[in-house]
């Protein structure tokens, strides 16, 4: 979903309905930034031919807008994070389930040149 869209259906749902698109349009031409998903969302990743899930934990924000996306995932019981750029976020991570679902079943890898540790335990 494009910011614009995003801040529409945000608008829709808390404030005024009718006029939502216009005050969207006003916002944004006035600079105000839109994070690509809410914290607390639930993400989720291929890697290495499998479907991992992280959640948004938080976002850094610099003058240009967002900048980077930290997310975290448990491994055992201990919690672990991941920063990307937005970039990077919105070509590696998908907002369903079945979106990563069907991205893999269509040859996607999204593979990423890190050390995994999870994988190294198997």
Same mark, same amino acid.
């Given at each position: 979903? @494009?910011?614009?869209? %995003?801040?529409?259906? =945000? &608008?829709?749902?808390?404030?005024?309905? #009718?006029?939502?698109?216009?005050?969207?349009?006003?916002?944004?031409?006035?600079?105000?930034?839109?994070?690509?998903? @809410?914290?607390?969302? %639930?993400?989720?990743? =291929? &890697?290495?031919?499998?479907?991992?899930? #992280?959640?948004?934990?938080?976002?850094?924000?610099?003058?240009?807008?967002?900048?980077?996306?930290?997310?975290?995932?448990?491994?055992?019981?201990?919690?672990?994070?991941?920063?990307?750029?937005?970039?990077?976020?919105?070509?590696?991570?998908?907002?369903?389930?079945?979106?990563?679902?069907?991205?893999?079943?269509?040859?996607?890898?999204?593979?990423?040149?890190?050390?995994?540790?999870?994988?190294?335990?198997?």
């Amino acid at each position: 979903m @494009k910011e614009r869209e %995003r801040l529409i259906a =945000i &608008i829709k749902q808390s404030v005024v309905p #009718y006029f939502a698109e216009e005050i969207a349009d006003n916002l944004l031409k006035n600079g105000v930034i839109v994070p690509p998903v @809410k914290i607390g969302t %639930r993400v989720y990743t =291929i &890697i290495c031919g499998q479907i991992y899930e #992280y959640e948004v934990a938080s976002y850094t924000l610099d003058g240009d807008g967002f900048s980077f996306i930290h997310l975290a995932y448990m491994m055992g019981n201990t919690m672990h994070g991941e920063t990307h750029t937005i970039e990077e976020f919105k070509r590696q991570y998908y907002l369903t389930k079945e979106q990563a679902e069907k991205a893999l079943e269509g040859g996607a890898t999204n593979e990423r040149a890190i050390f995994i540790p999870w994988k190294a335990e198997r």
